[in-house]
């Protein structure tokens, strides 16, 4: 496997990370949109449940009705949902040339059971790594939160987001870490500005890498 990873030559891949209420769904929306008005052909999906058996695996992971899972089990249902996803949806997309944007992929998964559960980073990033092929996205938009904040937006929260305080700031950690060991391939924004402010700040960022792959 590619210490490098692989960046499909086709297509552009846009990833959006981070803790608990930052903003994901509504920017890679916002994102998704000004693509579509600009006339490219976009791909809006999230992990876990961007398919079918995402569907079910999402179920499983998140409904607090599971009660307790095997750290490992957990991991391996996350990277089971990537394998699925990267065959089914993001190559395909990404091959015919499509933009391809997504609310979590893999570094949501070394954060959470890589380093909010007692499992091994290098172990979960190795069995992640595997299960998509070790596709990585041209850019990934980490929406930066203290977890306090970001968990006082919710009234009602699912097996992940009920953990403590503790859990969320050691996976707030592992993000901005992943994020400063490449910037080339990651923007990290605060969280706290504007829903405008973030949205023109992605626009930006991600302009130059769509011209880019229109040259190729």
């Known amino acids: ?22 903003g994901k769904s509504t920017q890679s929306q916002l994102l998704h ?30 409904s607090p009705e599971t009660g307790e899972l095997s750290h490992r089990t957990e991991a391996l249902l996350y990277a089971a ?3 699925e996803h990267v065959d089914t949806v993001l190559l395909p997309a990404l091959r015919a040339g499509q933009v391809v944007v997504t609310d979590r992929y893999v570094d949501s998964a070394i954060a959470y059971q890589g380093s909010g559960r007692d499992l091994d980073a290098a172990e979960v990033t190795w069995v992640n790594r595997w299960a998509t092929g070790d596709l990585r996205p041209h850019l990934t938009v980490l ?9 006082g937006r919710f009234a009602e929260r699912d097996r992940i987001e009920a953990e403590g305080v503790e859990f969320h700031q050691r996976v707030r950690e592992a993000f901005q870490a992943l ?25 930006a960022r991600l302009t130059p890498l769509l011209v880019q792959a229109a040259r190729r």
């Open 1 to 22: 496997m590619s210490s490098t990873g692989l960046y499909t030559d086709t297509g552009v891949f846009v990833c959006f990370e981070g803790g608990e209420g930052g």
């Open 33 to 62: 949109d000004w693509l579509t008005a600009e006339g490219y052909s976009v791909v809006l999906t999230r992990q876990p449940g961007g398919t079918e058996v995402g569907k079910q695996v999402r179920q499983i992971v998140l």
């Open 81 to 83: 949902d990537k394998a």
């Open 143 to 151: 929406l930066d939160l203290e977890p306090q904040q970001g968990l």
């Open 179 to 203: 994020a400063a060991a490449d910037p080339d391939h990651y923007l990290v924004l605060d969280a706290r500005a504007t829903i405008p402010e973030i949205a023109a700040a992605i626009q």
